[in-house]
């Protein structure tokens, strides 16, 4: 059996580019201080090892280094974001607005929020996973005090309208949060040209190590503060308390600074890559793309093949190839994907959907091993498949009623 082994999960996570580990190995034992502790050279050298850090990660955004508060991920820098709007805003309004194909982190965070006297309005998306500008601004009240859009569906790899929401939100004087873990590092994102006032993102989503994240919080026009939701030394300009993640955040800020260099010929590169194929994968029967190809992540494909259930076909190469069917943070579950289904898509389709999420050490002969593999196991399956076999013979699905057992 070939043991060759293909990632292409980015999405979920991405590797840690060595250079990144590099630049972190001396902060393990070399430089071991705490950035807090003020009174000799190794916290001196931590904190400004975190400094610099916080500096290349501005430069990625193009937004002020004291905008950036260190979390330890992406998951925390949504529930600051949420929680800590809410708290502080309280006296100007109580409803969030936000959308069905949010990542989970901002889901289960507004149902928490719900729960503590919030009003949350979860916007439909349309069938190419764009949201309707329009019913986002019907839906803005006098009480409403924020937005909260994913810049790139981690699914799907929809890219939402980021300027249009953000001028929406200023019109209204509403702040605009954005969770864009999937977008930061791939494509530019600056927050403050899209009339964004927070954002969270995570270093490994970007070939940083795992455990450290970001939240941009917008300093003026307007100065946007939240209530801390961890406290304790009153770190992070008094938004998130705790001891810094020294090495992670200095691997953060070498990942950022790769990125800026270079993220720009990675997305010309993986595009053509992605489309390759996607291109071999239409070749066959009933093969259809998710979500909006116009407006979508340059390494991402959502693609569901008719009558295979998808984690059955994983199950034909496991092995070999990483991918997902639905995220990775709910892939325990064997329930369809709720993106997809936010999408208009039934369970057939659903349920037949892989997501492939390539990445910056993706080999042109990683995707030839791919598209191999994958039709290889769509035809397996289907020969397999009595439904394969009805629908060759012209046999109408939606018609046909299944007995009860």
Known sequence: ????????????????????????????????GNAASRNHPFGWEAEAAVDYARDQIARLLDVESKEIIFTSGATESDNLALKGVFEMYTSKGNHIITSKTEHKAVLDTCHHLEKMGAEVTYLDVQRDG???????????????????????????????????????????????????????????????????????????????????????????????KVTAQM?????????????????????????????????????????????????????MEEVFINGNIEHRMPHVANISF???????????????????????????????????????LGDDLAHSSLRFSLGRFTKDEDIDFAIEAVKKGVNHMRELSPIWEMYKEGVDLDKLEWADH
């Open 130 to 224: 764009l949201i309707d500008l329009e019913k986002l601004e019907e839906s803005i009240k006098n009480n409403t005090v924020m937005v909260s859009i994913m810049w790139a569906n981690n699914e799907t790899g929809v890219i939402q309208p980021m300027k249009k929401i953000g001028e929406i939100c200023e019109k209204h004087g509403i702040l605009f949060f954005s969770d864009a873990t999937q977008a930061v590092g791939k494509i530019p994102t600056n927050p403050k040209e899209m009339g964004i006032h927070l954002m969270a993102f995570s270093a490994h989503k970007m070939y940083g190590p795992k455990g450290v994240g970001a939240l941009y919080v917008r300093r003026k026009g307007p100065r946007v």
């Open 231 to 283: 406290d304790g030394g009153g770190h992070e300009r008094g938004m998130r308390s705790g001891t810094l993640n020294v090495p992670g955040i200095v691997g953060f800020g070498k990942a950022a600074e790769i990125a800026l260099m270079e993220m720009a010929a990675d997305a010309k590169r993986l595009s053509v890559l992605r489309d390759r194929m996607e291109n071999s994968f239409l070749e």
């Open 306 to 344: 008719k009558h295979v259930e998808g984690e059955g076909l994983m199950m034909t190469f496991n092995q070999n190839i990483a991918l997902s069917s639905g995220s990775a943070c709910t892939s325990a579950s064997l329930q369809p994907s709720y993106v997809l289904i936010a999408l208009g």
């Open 1 to 32: 059996m070939n043991k060759r082994r293909i990632y292409l999960d980015n999405n979920a996570t991405t590797p840690c580019d060595p250079r990144v580990v590099e630049t972190m190995l001396p902060y393990f034992y070399q430089h071991p």
